[in-house]
């Protein structure tokens, strides 16, 4: 039985707008895993001085929802400032889209939980935190909660794949229970670094894994 989706959700999902990469990105966010079955990349570019976001891609894994919803976020995000785009919620991007089906809805969270992620980044490193706290095991621990291991398709936390965590004078180091061969290695040492490295205080994020400590 096909889902019933609007006739604004396929529009979107087959002539998706703003879709591709950019090179030198001013700040990006990367939510979900293939192996979730969904997964949204967001890349921002903004303006300095008025804080615009003045252009703004995706690439995205998944169903008609995910790509759909991806494209409308990025189309209610340009042009608005950064305090206006976070104000952006799932309902909005759902309600734009003649509305989603209820098993659906996590695609639009995704997809603005990309664009809320983005914007914290771009904060991060443009010194525009307004209360700054400083990085603690803690932060790293909750920042590290949104990658996602695609054996299982469960965040890093969850499988116990986080052998130790280090913070020390501007650096973050990670110690992953798995060696760096392993097919997915890459995978997990790229989205970790995403993770930790926009973060005010911290210069350099290393990640070791077993056949390296």
Not at 38 to 60: A, G, H
Not at 92 to 107: F, I, M, N
Not at 151 to 159: E, P, S, Y
Not at 206 to 212: G, K, L, S, T
Request: glycine share 6%; hydrophobic share 40%; net charge neutral.
């Amino acid at each position: 039985m096909s889902l019933p989706y609007t006739k604004k959700v396929l529009e979107y999902f087959q002539n998706p707008k703003n879709v591709g990469e950019m090179d030198k990105p001013d700040a990006m966010a990367t939510e979900g895993s293939p192996a979730c079955g969904d997964m949204v990349k967001l890349y921002l570019q903004i303006d300095k001085q008025s804080l615009i976001i003045k252009d703004i891609k995706f690439k995205s894994y998944g169903c008609a929802s995910n790509i759909a919803t991806a494209s409308i976020i990025t189309e209610l995000a340009k042009g608005k400032t950064l305090e206006q785009a976070k104000k952006i919620n799932w309902k909005e991007a759902s309600e734009t889209l003649g509305g989603l089906p209820p098993v659906k809805v996590h695609c639009a969270v995704l997809a603005v939980d990309a664009l809320k992620t983005a914007i914290e980044n771009y904060e991060h490193k443009n010194d525009l935190i307004k209360e700054k706290k400083h990085t603690d095991e803690n932060v790293v621990r909750q920042r590290l909660s949104r990658v996602i291991n695609p054996l299982t398709g469960l965040d890093l936390l969850q499988v116990n794949f986080i052998k130790k965590i280090e913070v020390k004078e501007g650096g973050i180091s990670v110690w992953i229970n798995l060696n760096s061969d392993h097919q997915f290695a890459g995978n997990i040492k790229d989205e970790t670094i995403e993770r930790l490295e926009p973060l005010w205080d911290i210069k350099k994020v290393n990640v070791i894994f077993n056949d390296q400590a």
